[in-house]
């Protein structure tokens, strides 16, 4: 069937796999440009002798109902991780346990860790019952499939604002703000708290959290996407402009030439859209200029077994502990093909102020860095592994500081200035997460559908 329209779709992350697929079954040509070397975004992966490396997002969650629907349409079903998934915390010298299975024995065992006030003190529990309760009250408004719904509770607060007016701080020093370091990347104060309620719902709060990932992992998904849209995809192609002429989109402009469009879909980070996107409306820039990203460096290390105890996948350090750590994960635990059997895969994280120190240094210098510090916690570390590799991600997750959920979909409603066939799409366009940026390239795909050719 011939087409009657041309899209083209700037980045070749999930949004924009997503906004491709769609136009790809609804007969539209439709052409990806990407600026790097592979396709996935931050869902990017590397091999590194026998090990498959995830070098960003790794896992869904059971809440992702979009994410459910494309995975199997793509042939690449989720499936919950079969183990155990426990985690600790870091304070006063030793490690409290957070266990995660659904085994009553080991809720009961979580339940001892709080109440033993080795973690919490009498006052630190009662604000965390405090704020879980407040989060199980609003949890309907959580729904990453209707983002819409979390807009009344986006206020113009970060999550450490909130806590210290609200709460009270030493559940988010010592129990919330761990955990949101380990699923934003980023601290308390960067974080709006709309945002913050919907993540700590859905990974924990909720009594039913399971990391899903699908059959050969990350990559997996991404390679079906990929292989669905591949006669469209334009590796290592970076868009130099959006062609904006009459308050229309008209195409993108690329080192060998113009390409011309009915429409283009945008599914960059925001710091790139306003970079090739110049002439976009003030009231558009000054909304968009409000989104803002984690920075964090990762080191991977192949090990001959993990330093973790049995059952473990992570541990997290509070700001307060002062390790520029912020956490560790065992991620062969989660998605076993990862490593080679009987091997594991460790994954340090460092976020923010210390990530940006690091971003200064040689990859030989933060994995020594790096590595002498997991083994002041866990001597079991070998000093030697198996291999390492750095991956930096100067714009890691989406943050949606507060008051910015709720501007982004009024620019979208009123369409005041806007600029005809320009449409966006990325993680930042609902409830950040994997879930949205796909639900956002589909919502994009469907807009540029309905242009008149």
């Known amino acids: 069937m011939k087409a009657k329209r041309k899209v083209v779709v700037i980045g070749a ?5 997503a906004s491709a697929y769609a136009l790809t079954d609804n007969h539209i040509e439709v052409i990806v440009l990407e600026a790097s070397a592979y396709p996935g975004g931050r869902a990017a992966h590397d091999n590194i002798r026998e090990f498959q490396i995830e070098l960003g997002a790794n896992l869904f969650l059971k809440s992702y109902t979009t994410a459910f629907s494309i995975a199997s349409r ?8 079969a183990l155990p998934i426990n985690s600790g915390i870091y304070r006063n010298g030793r490690f409290h346990c957070l266990y995660g299975d659904k085994q009553l024995i080991n809720s009961l065992k979580t339940v001892r860790t709080m109440l033993s006030f080795q973690l919490l003190s009498p006052r630190g529990v009662w604000q965390a019952m405090k704020f879980a309760r407040m989060v ?10 209707n983002p819409g719904k979390i807009l009344s509770l986006d206020r113009n607060q970060s999550v450490a604002e909130f806590f210290e007016t609200e709460i009270g701080t030493e559940s988010l020093d010592w129990l919330y703000g761990p955990g949101l370091a380990g699923y934003t990347f980023a601290n308390p104060e960067q974080v709006g708290i709309a945002y913050a309620k919907a993540v700590l719902w859905h990974n924990g709060l909720n009594g039913v959290a399971w990391p899903w990932v699908p059959d050969g992992g990350m990559r997996a998904f991404v390679d079906a996407f990929s292989k669905k849209c591949r006669s469209s995809i334009r590796l290592s192609t970076p868009v130099r402009r959006i062609l904006i002429e009459g308050g229309t989109a008209r195409g993108v402009i690329t080192d060998t030439g113009t390409i011309e469009s009915d429409a283009v879909i945008c599914a960059t980070p925001t710091t790139a859209l306003l970079e090739i996107a110049p002439e976009l409306p003030a009231s558009m820039r000054s909304v968009l200029q409000r989104v803002t990203y ?3 460096c990762r080191v991977f290390f192949g090990v001959d077994s993990s330093p973790l105890p049995k059952n473990w996948y992570a541990v997290s350090f509070p700001q307060k502990t002062g390790t520029i750590l912020s956490g560790m994960s065992h991620l062969s635990l989660l998605s076993p093909q990862t490593a080679p059997q009987g091997k594991a895969l460790i994954d340090a994280l460092l976020i923010d102020k210390h990530a940006n120190e690091l971003f200064a240094l040689s990859d030989e210098e933060i994995t020594e860095r790096v590595l002498l510090k997991i083994r002041e916690y866990f001597p079991k570390m070998p000093s030697k592994p198996l291999f390492s590799h750095v991956q930096k991600w100067p714009e890691a997750l989406c ?4 008051g910015t959920m709720t501007a982004l979909d009024q620019m979208q409603r009123q369409g005041r200035e806007s600029v005809q066939g320009l449409f966006f ?7 950040p997460s994997l ?10 795909a469907e807009k540029a559908s309905e242009l008149p050719a």
Do not use: E, H, V, W
């Open 13 to 17: 992350g999930l949004a924009g796999l």
């Open 74 to 81: 793509l042939g690449t079903p989720l499936k919950p991780t």
């Open 136 to 145: 199980q009250a609003q949890a309907d408004k959580l729904d990453f499939d």
């Open 294 to 296: 984690s920075r964090c």
């Open 399 to 402: 943050l949606s500081t507060g």
């Open 425 to 431: 799409a990325g993680d930042y366009m609902g409830i």
């Open 435 to 444: 879930n949205s940026a796909l639900q956002s390239g589909l919502a994009a």
